[in-house]
């Protein structure tokens, strides 16, 4: 899981760059490398959950993200990642 940490200084370079990360971020998708991206409602931070297979690739793939060179970032390996991404049906029957 990475975290993210957005400047307070959000510089027009930085919002010039958001349509490019956005295009990363879907091809990560598409591949299986990104699980889930989560911004803050403040705008200060963002969440990231990979998958990777060695933390080089991990740091790979950080590293090509377009906004990556204007924010501080962590990472911590976790174990493993829940989600409900469909609630099931119920039937009256």
Known sequence: MVE???PDDFTEEMSETIAH????VDYY??????????LAADRSKL???FVC???AELVN???NLPM????DYTYHQVLF???VTKFPTFSLN
């Open 68 to 71: 990556t060179k204007f924010m």
């Open 81 to 83: 990642h829940e989600m």
């Open 4 to 6: 993210f940490i957005i």
């Open 21 to 24: 990360q956005r295009l990363k």
């Open 29 to 38: 998708f598409y591949n299986g490398k990104l699980l889930a991206y989560t």
């Open 53 to 55: 297979h060695s933390e």
């Open 61 to 63: 793939l950080i590293e």
């Open 47 to 49: 969440w990231a959950i």
